[in-house]
């Protein structure tokens, strides 16, 4: 069971390039998230879903676009790269049942480098 | 959405009980409080979950007060290990609930 997987790891990009990350889920969780995380600073998020299909804008969305085509993925895509998007990025997802409270499962994260 | 307020670090030496307070004065009635644990270049994990009164796992305990708007995450014995930051996110799981993580805690155990 490998629980969220996110693909690249660690990237270097340069200003103007685009890329995209890619998050997998195993747990048939219905809620998917995206956030990013800057040295010593807490986790703000991008985009987040709710299902397959669905998106919707986070607390930072600028600059960023996703896609929710599978349950299982939720792909966070970078059009026009700015060095203020070097930053970690999580991806995690979660239960929509009430019942489970809020409980999050987080990825390792993808380090990105814009020079 | 309720907002969350952490003090940003904490000192604390091996052995002693670690005591973390989080504000939520406008947390909702089916709001849950769960608090993560984030060590550095990994992704946070959970550590406790609870809605009222005192809630104790393998790992930590969390008292909630009867109104709510706070909670405390208290650490027996905490380890060198246990240095990382601590996040306390109050919310439920619908739509229109974005899961904001406030700051954190950052907690420095010393030996």
């Known amino acids: 069971n490998a629980g969220v997987t996110q693909t690249p790891k660690f990237r270097v990009l340069k200003t103007g390039q685009s890329m995209t990350l890619l998050c997998a889920q195993d747990?048939?969780?219905?809620?998917m998230y995206w956030y990013r995380q800057d040295p010593g600073m807490g986790l703000r998020l991008i985009h987040y879903?709710?299902?397959?299909?669905?998106?919707a804008k986070g607390e930072v969305p600028d600059g960023y676009n996703v896609s929710r085509l599978k349950k299982q993925n939720f792909l966070l895509g970078l059009e026009s790269a700015a060095p203020s998007q070097t930053s970690v990025y999580f991806c995690?997802?979660?239960?929509?049942?009430?019942?489970?409270?809020?409980?999050?499962?987080f990825g390792e994260g993808s380090w990105l480098t814009v020079v | 959405l309720a907002k969350t307020t952490q003090p940003i670090s904490m000192d604390s030496y091996e052995g002693q009980e670690v005591n973390i307070t989080c504000s939520h004065n406008n947390i909702a009635t089916n709001d849950y409080i769960t608090w993560y644990q984030q060590f550095p270049s990994q992704g946070p994990r959970f550590i406790i979950q609870?809605?009222?009164t005192k809630v104790t796992n393998e790992v930590a305990s969390l008292f909630i007060p009867a109104d709510r708007k706070s909670s405390t995450l208290s650490l027996p014995r905490v380890s060198l290990s246990d240095t990382a930051v601590y996040y306390c996110l109050v919310g439920l799981n619908n739509a229109g609930n974005m899961l904001t993580f406030g700051g954190g805690t950052r907690l420095m155990v010393k030996p």
């Open positions: 879903s709710v299902g397959e299909g669905t998106t």
């Open positions: 609870g809605y009222k």
């Open positions: 747990m048939n969780h219905e809620y």
């Open positions: 995690a997802s979660s239960y929509s049942e009430r019942s489970s409270g809020n409980t999050i499962y």
